[in-house]
């Protein structure tokens, strides 16, 4: 009787990457709509600006996310409005009214969910 091993690796770490970004772009729209829900609005240019960007592929060093590159596997979500720091954590003149953090806290339990149910290889 003889036995037969095959080398699986690539294969499995492919099969890997690939559920990963699917994990990483769910859990990115998860936490984008979460706190969307809860940006104030007044113009609504600012709820309208929140988005993510789940990088493409890994870079060696510092990597560039408008390139589509990261040096990790990750998923970034947020917003390019210059006000946004100052709603979210107020100002001198203006109440805070964080929207990022209590978005993130109510999204982090359905992204955990999300990570988790897309990276069990048993499926």
């Known amino acids: 009787m003889s036995a037969r091993f095959e080398d699986m690796t690539d294969e499995r770490k492919a099969e890997i990457d690939k559920r990963l970004g699917i994990a990483l772009t769910e859990a990115a729209i998860q936490l984008e709509g979460e706190i969307a829900l809860r940006t104030p609005v007044d113009t609504g240019h600012l709820r309208a600006s929140i988005s993510h960007i789940v990088p493409l592929g890994r870079s060696e060093g510092g990597g560039d996310r408008l390139s589509g590159t990261a040096p990790e596997n990750a998923a970034y979500v947020g917003t390019n409005v210059e006000y946004a720091p100052y709603v979210e954590y107020g100002t001198k003149y203006q109440k805070a009214q964080p929207y990022m953090r209590t978005g993130f806290a109510a999204a ?10 897309r990276l069990n290889l048993d499926k």
């Open 108 to 117: 982090k339990p359905a992204m955990d969910r999300i990570i988790e149910g």
